[in-house]
């Protein structure tokens, strides 16, 4: 408990910090909105067609991918810290379970889902 | 009632780091902002910034002042409360880390037993953030660099894990001081990680690149490429809350080579009979800014030296290449130590 009481007030004192940031630029800076001075920034020219598009799919297959092997990295954490302990069995049986994965991105791979075009 | 005594002290302790970890963290990533311009005047053959103070050293005060006095500007047509609340996400998750960075054997805010988890963890936050900050801008820039920006941070986010594992499966440790303990002997170098076994010195190589290339540095800096996305997701940020992005981007150069110094490059291991020249191991402390400093010049060396990458080779570059090898060298670090247990400096010599 000792070591994450320091952290919750890490967090709440840089929330309160931010906060009296913007709230100081609010006073201190001036005001003055106009019209064309709220419009999107787009290179000086008015604003052309929505904004919020469809995005090309690509992105999604990323955090698709990410998701996947993210989760999979987390399952080493536990592993890492006690694998001097552990005895050759464990060690074997989680890198098959690497081989497992490695073949997991050679099969993306060889589908073409790491292609960005 | 001594038990009040006893959490009073810790709350006054913790309420104290939190006080000085934010003036550390205003200060490097001020500092950061001033050495970068200073660093590339250098290299262009210019000056930098000389004339706020001393050789300029008070350029990012006045840098500062001028943000307060900004108008802060919400767009017509932004999302309101997300495009309020981005900027803070991006803050907090940089400033979080600097709770567990180790600056001295005995100087950490909170040695968390699962500190590099939860480095990997709260940096996570940042992506959130900064993908509130694009899709609320109602802007095709930021909302392009948003994505892209998302896209890189969580790619990149595989190989950094992998090759964080390298030095905790042989710390058998999470924490970044126990990492750091792990590594003594060989009088304070031949026992750092980087040198213990080929595959680890494969893995800083491979983790540096993906740290770099995760919190957005150049060469990997597309999310806010200049010459094609204006400034990428905060282009339509001002003030403090530009200054947020700002600050955030530069207080990650910092974190990441202290991280990239404390679990690869020995952190504040020396020969013991400097250990205890100054009180409180602060010899190591130098030591391990020392360290970090060379590793911030590096990266931002990098900008001036390296030109940015296209996205397709971005995305090649991390899932063909970084990711396979961060692999290859976890699993050969594990054989390694298996092989070689209990040896340091590339399996030639006993435990020192």
Known sequence: MYTVVPLLILFVLSSVTAIVFVLANRLLGPQAMTPSKLEPFECGVEVYGPVRQPLHVRFYLVALLFVLFDVESVFFFPWAVILKDLGLVAGVEMLAFLLFLVGALAYAWKKGALEWD | ?352
């Open chain 2, 1 to 352: 009632m001594e038990i009040f005594l006893q959490e009073g002290l810790v709350l006054l302790k913790a309420a104290l780091w939190a006080v000085a970890l934010s003036l550390v963290m205003a200060l490097v990533a001020g500092f950061l902002t001033y050495l970068e311009r200073k660093v590339a005047g250098h290299m262009q053959a210019r000056l930098g910034p000389n004339r706020v103070g001393p050789y300029g050293l008070l350029q990012f005060v006045a840098d500062g002042v001028k943000l307060f006095l900004k108008e802060d500007l919400i767009p017509s047509d932004a999302d309101a409360p997300l495009f309020r609340f981005g900027p803070y996400l991006v803050f907090v998750g940089s400033f979080a880390v600097f709770a567990v960075l180790p600056f001295g054997e005995r100087i950490v805010a909170t040695d968390l037993n699962i500190g590099l988890f939860y480095v990997l963890a709260i940096t996570s936050i940042e992506t959130v953030g900064l993908l509130m900050a694009g899709w609320a801008s109602n802007n095709k820039w930021a909302l392009l660099g948003a994505m892209r920006s998302a896209a890189q941070s969580i790619s990149y986010e595989i190989p950094v894990g992998v090759s964080f594992l390298i030095p905790i499966v042989l710390a058998g440790s999470m924490s970044l001081q126990g990492i750091i303990h792990a590594q003594a002997g060989g009088f304070g170098l031949l026992g750092w990680n980087v040198f213990h076994n080929p595959f680890s010195l494969a893995a800083f190589f491979v983790g540096c690149t993906a740290m770099v290339a995760e919190i957005n540095r150049t060469p990997f800096d597309l999310p806010e490429a200049e010459s094609e996305l204006v400034a990428g997701y905060n282009t339509e940020y001002s003030g403090m809350r530009f200054a947020f992005f700002f600050l955030a981007e530069y207080a990650n150069i910092f974190v990441i080579s202290m991280i990239a110094a404390a679990i690869f490059l020995g952190g504040w291991q020396l020969p013991s009979p400097f250990k205890d020249i100054l009180p409180f191991g602060l010899v190591g402390s130098f030591v391990l800014l020392a360290k970090a400093a060379v590793l911030v010049f590096i990266v931002l060396w990098l900008r001036w030296t390296l030109p940015r990458v296209r996205v397709d080779q971005l995305m090649e570059v991390c899932w063909k290449y970084l990711t396979p090898m961060a692999l290859v060298c976890l699993m050969g670090t594990a054989v390694w130590m298996w092989a070689f247990p209990g040896r340091i400096f590339f399996g030639l010599f006993g435990t020192a």
